[in-house]
């Protein structure tokens, strides 16, 4: 496709507009309407937004116990579209999985108020509220502005929690926000210390945003709540495109279930597996994409999936169904890196060169592609590289994350420790997408 | 202007206002709360509006303002001076849309404006408040580093 076609493509391409469009106005005029402290909007996407109320309606007419429970605890009205639009945490709310905490504090004109909790024993979700009299647009930013320890103070270990982004700086003021925390490999404590700094977006042309509140909260959690879950062993193989996978261990928890997986990498690397649950009754629990994954140096891997929970569902039975994998293998021609000007001689596409840094013994590298769904991003390069001369050296450790500049992409950086090249030569992967005509079954309850 | 004209025009605007952040912001979510945004502020202030004749022009610079607030909390932007030398060839091994957005500010509202959003010369120039001219001048320089072959005219 040349540039014109491209254009043209494009064209078409931003002829579709979403349904949620057809609503701006309503919703715009009745944002601009003054709320009181008790009445919330929603800071998700307002394409889920809408999807939300719609569904919400629909539970509340068609649905006298949903509609009994809601009436008995009014704010959760404003929490039910706060979660936007998660079945597991809907689930959740339904069965009034939902822990109250009511706490408030104000600082530098700024008061935040923590809600409620939705926890189980890996996953906390806070549900709180900014006010500010002074600020027009303040912004707890989640990676940046959060630290969690141990009820003595003591700090979490780096790695055992994730704050997950969500919401925007320009949520109106008091709205509920949701902050989603993830604890992928240890158990959430019984106690936290929560430590928030909040930033001022008011001013339209500083770029850097300044610190103007900070919070601590101690947040003590039911164990009704954290101790539930339940771990299935399960050891079952399956085979897809010649490779053999094996699951695990299935953990169902009220906000997620967990589907843990391992394979032994031969050429290519799993990139993304298409699979869904299903119970007796025909419902699905749909999967939300590998969230972590482990790789070790005999070459066995170990992923992490997840899914909507059926925790809520009284399932009696529950079936696995694999559609299929997307497969990462390495590509036999280098891409030659001109680290001194940061461009490459040629790229996969969609890949780009963000930059090139040099360090006191060597380079920072960052690179950024396009993510393959909604929730993940990979390597981009395998970890041996090499100069010109072809004495080869390995990465150590690389970093991947969100792309700031465009949620569907993401970024991967890592250091090319003692070396002194201006060029290097690093060998990038190519994706490839596997469909079964017949959908792997495995019987999981 | 009365809330139902402001109502009906935005109606007749908002799928406009939707493409064109679209493009800048690269995400359909986001796009659709820069428009929600826009509509907000330009209903709030509403009665600051002195020439209703300028209504589009006024909301596009409404929803442009949203948009590079957006951006600016992103990794800063590219600027024409910092453009590296073989620029053209940098920009033509990206997709087309990624290339669009890494153009240089001053560039990127022109070419989304002009090729993307339907306006033409005339309401791009008012909406970025500058001479027919620049606008111009600005266009062919984008074109050129996006390499697409598009006609100028208005």
């Known amino acids: ?180 925390i993830e604890f992928s490999y240890v158990d959430i404590p019984g106690s936290l210390r929560l430590a928030c700094t909040v930033a001022d977006y008011s001013d339209d042309e500083n770029p850097d945003p300044p610190v103007v509140a900070s919070f601590e909260f101690s947040l003590d959690f039911d164990p009704t709540y954290t101790s539930q879950g339940e771990a299935v062993s399960l050891e079952k193989s399956f085979t897809v495109d010649g490779q053999n996978l094996t699951v695990t261990t299935v953990e169902t928890y009220p906000t997620y279930l967990r589907l843990n997986l391992s394979y032994r990498a031969n050429a290519a690397w799993l990139d993304q597996i298409f699979l869904y649950l299903e119970n007796e009754k025909g419902e699905r629990f749909e999967s939300k994409g590998i969230w972590a994954e482990n790789h070790y140096d005999t070459g066995d891997v170990e992923v992490q999936c997840r899914l909507e929970s059926p925790f809520f569902s009284e399932s009696e039975s529950l079936t ?96 090319l420790e003692n070396y002194l090249e201006d060029m290097v030569y690093l060998l990038p992967f190519t994706a490839w997408r596997v469909d079964l005509e017949n959908p792997v079954e495995i019987k999981v309850k | ?68 607030k957006e951006l600016r909390h992103r990794k800063r932007e590219l600027t024409v001076e910092s453009l590296p030398e073989r620029a053209v060839e940098v920009f033509d091994a990206l997709p087309l849309k990624e290339a669009i957005r890494r153009l240089p500010a001053e560039l990127k509202d022109v070419v989304i404006l002009r090729y993307f959003s339907g306006y033409t010369l005339k309401e791009a120039a008012e909406s970025l408040s500058l001479p027919q001219g620049t606008v111009v001048t600005r266009q062919r320089r984008a074109l050129a580093l996006l390499r697409l072959e598009l006609t100028e005219e208005e």
Not at chain 1, 71 to 91: M, Q, Y
Not at chain 1, 394 to 415: H, I, K, N, Y
Not at chain 2, 47 to 59: I, V
């Open chain 1, 1 to 180: 496709m040349n540039r014109n076609e491209e254009y043209i493509s494009l064209l078409a391409e931003l002829e579709r507009t979403p349904p949620a469009l057809e609503y701006t106005v309503q919703r715009a005029k009745a944002r601009t309407k003054k709320s009181s402290r008790l009445r919330r909007c929603v800071a998700a996407p307002l394409s889920a937004l809408f999807a939300v109320f719609l569904a919400f309606m629909a539970l509340v007419n068609l649905s006298p116990p949903f509609a009994l429970a809601m009436s008995r605890i009014p704010v959760l009205k404003d929490l039910a579209a706060a979660v936007g639009f998660s079945p597991s945490l809907t689930a959740a709310m339904e069965h009034d999985y939902v822990q109250p905490i009511g706490l408030e504090q104000t600082d530098h004109g700024v008061t935040m108020r923590i809600e409620h909790v939705i926890v189980d024993q890996k996953h906390l979700n806070i549900f709180y509220s900014l006010h500010s009299d002074v600020y027009s647009y303040v912004y707890v930013y989640p990676m940046q502005g959060v630290t969690l320890s141990e009820a003595d103070g003591t700090p979490l270990g780096v790695g055992s929690f994730t704050v997950v982004t969500t919401g925007t700086p320009y949520t109106p003021d008091g709205n509920l926000q949701m902050m989603p």
């Open chain 1, 320 to 415: 696995l169904y694999v559609t299929g994998v997307t497969w990462l293998d390495k590509k036999e021609e280098p891409v030659k890196i001109d680290l001194v000007r940061g461009i490459a001689d040629f790229l996969p596409m969609g890949t780009t060169v963000e930059s090139a840094i040099r360090e006191e013994n060597g380079w920072r590298l960052t690179f950024s592609g396009v993510k393959r769904n909604a929730t993940s991003g990979y390597l981009l390069f395998d970890t041996d590289y090499h100069d010109e001369a072809g004495n080869e050296y390995s990465l150590g450790t690389w970093e991947v994350g969100d792309c700031q500049d465009d949620p569907e992409r993401f970024t991967v950086a890592f250091s």
């Open chain 2, 1 to 68: 202007m009365v809330e139902a004209e402001f109502t009906a025009r935005t109606e007749d605007l908002k799928a406009r206002l939707y493409r064109t952040a679209l493009v800048y912001l690269g995400s359909e979510a986001i796009a659709l709360e820069a428009v929600d945004e826009t509509v907000c502020r330009g209903f709030q202030a509403l009665k600051k509006l002195r020439q209703p004749d300028y209504f589009e022009t006024w909301m596009t610079r409404i929803l442009m303002n949203v948009c590079k």
